[in-house]
């Protein structure tokens, strides 16, 4: 099993910045990559970025690339996004994911989420 704890979510005005951080623990010596999904009120979970741990290879959804940037600390088992220039649409429910398999975004762990909220 792995534990994953998200922070850092609050409320910003659009145009702002946030920084997400997601802790893991327990088999994280068996997580190949983790990332990130939102899921917005009435919509379905979409996913937003995922790094590789051995790799450092990164992935984003259209929608973000150029704005957030998915960052970690091998030594925390701890991942990061960085959320720049955040525009209404971007607000959500941020949930953490791990994965131990290849394919980025296919996450077999989630954490309970973290609320970004964007104010016009």
């Known amino acids: 099993q792995v534990q994953l704890v998200e922070s850092g979510g609050g409320l910003v005005q659009a145009g702002g910045s946030l920084r997400l951080s997601c802790a893991a623990s327990?088999?994280?010596?068996?997580?190949?990559?983790m990332g990130w999904s939102r899921q917005a009120p009435g919509k379905e979970r979409e996913f937003v970025a995922d790094?590789?741990?051995?790799?450092?290879?990164?992935y984003y959804a259209d929608s973000v690339k150029g704005r957030f940037t998915i960052s970690k600390d091998n030594a925390k088992n701890t991942v990061y996004l960085q959320m720049n220039s955040l525009k209404l649409e971007d607000m959500a429910v941020y949930y953490c994911?791990?994965?131990?398999?290849?394919?980025?975004?296919?996450?077999?762990?989630w954490g309970q989420g973290t609320q970004v909220t964007v104010s016009s």
């Open positions: 994911g791990a994965r131990m398999g290849v394919s980025a975004s296919r996450y077999d762990y």
């Open positions: 790094i590789t741990w051995s790799t450092d290879r990164t």
């Open positions: 327990g088999r994280t010596f068996s997580t190949r990559g």
